[in-house]
């Protein structure tokens, strides 16, 4: 919205700012903060009216977490709210990319709502079906998917790159859609699971916005992606606005949500997060290195696996307790512990990712 203030530079040169990526992702960090800060009091209070006894907690899961019982969850709804509003502020809305990604975001959003909703009035940890849950899912990656490769430039509009090499490329033709849904609907059901400790999951969707938010601007310039050898997608630096949007709304979230958590996020919040990273990867052509990048939503997604298959097959549990974080409490460690020393794999993970910028 601000950007079509540049319409009137010529008349008051100041205005110029707003045609500056960089200047607008900070405005959007600033304002998803500023947003989630200013009305997340009212919104806990008013979820912890509406839903009572608060989320409810699993039966089988590590017995200090029954004493998070009463807990609000549907969290976020404050960081869905924080992001629409500074994406719309600070973005340029005449950009495809970004309304692709928005409407991932909160579709993912909406799908994660009515599970927390059923859970929140059923009192119960499960949710609707998962096959319906899915097959939502899936529609809505393939229609980001598809609209994706339909404003990709010609030749890469439907191919994957791979990190380390500047020229190799798979081009997958029409079955480009089907490694979005991939990379969407896993990457949502990845942050989806790791979500599971007071600050767990949040700090790593920060790190990797963060990242993702250097890649897209490089990824949109022509001389910095020529500089770099990766591959230029015009459009996509606008993405970096979105990126600081996660990362403001993330930071205003965390405050309420650091031990002891004040407010859950919630499927809401998760499989939105995890669905807006995965419409970035795909739109920039980095979904390899989402793979690295989000490496710990990956490794809990595979302890789920993992677990699941080995109990099916031998009757026997590789882990105490699935997804790893779990695992780890009922080995002793404390929830703290837990949560900054998987924060710190993040971290690395992340600037492994940003290596694969040079390194080719």
Not at 297 to 319: D, N, Y
Request: with cysteine.
């Amino acid at each position: 919205m601000l950007y079509e203030l540049t319409a009137f530079s010529d008349q008051i040169s100041a205005l110029n700012v707003f045609r500056y990526i960089t200047f607008r992702t900070g405005g959007a960090i600033f304002t998803a903060l500023l947003f989630v800060m200013m009305f997340g009091p009212a919104i806990i209070d008013l979820l912890r009216v509406k839903q009572g006894k608060g989320q409810p907690i699993r039966e089988d899961g590590p017995q200090s977490h029954q004493l998070k019982r009463g807990t609000p969850t549907m969290g976020g709804l404050m960081i869905l709210a924080g992001v629409t509003v500074s994406t719309l502020l600070w973005g340029q809305l005449s950009n495809g990319y970004t309304w692709i990604v928005l409407a991932v975001t909160l579709c993912y959003g909406a799908i994660g709502y009515y599970d927390d909703y059923l859970k929140v009035t059923k009192r119960s940890s499960d949710g609707f079906s998962g096959r319906s849950r899915m097959g939502l899912e899936v529609l809505v990656a393939a229609l980001a998917g598809y609209a994706i490769m339909k404003l990709g430039p010609t030749g890469l509009n439907s191919v994957l790159t791979f990190p380390f090499f500047k020229d190799l490329v798979l081009d997958l033709g029409p079955f480009f859609v089907l490694l979005a849904v991939f990379v969407i609907a896993g990457a949502g059901n990845a942050v989806n699971l790791t979500d599971g400790l007071d600050g767990l999951a949040i700090v790593p969707v920060m790190i990797a916005a963060a990242t993702f938010g250097v890649i897209a601007y490089l990824s949109g310039n022509a001389k910095f992606a020529a500089y770099l050898q990766i591959h230029h997608i015009p459009g996509t630096g606008e993405l970096a606005v979105i990126c600081g949007a996660l990362i403001g709304a993330g930071l205003g979230f965390l405050w309420f949500n650091a031990p002891p958590a004040m407010i859950f996020m919630g499927d809401t919040g998760s499989l939105a997060l995890g669905g807006a990273l995965g419409a970035i990867a795909v739109a920039i052509k980095h979904e390899i290195v989402l793979a690295i990048v989000g490496g710990l939503f990956v490794l809990e997604t595979l302890s789920v696996i993992i677990q699941v298959a080995s109990f099916k097959m031998t009757g026997k549990r590789v882990f105490r307790m699935a997804p790893l974080h779990h695992h780890y409490e009922q080995k002793g460690w404390q929830e703290s512990t837990v949560v900054i020393r998987f924060w710190i794999i993040s971290v690395i993970l992340a600037l492994i990712g940003l290596a694969t910028l040079k390194l080719r």
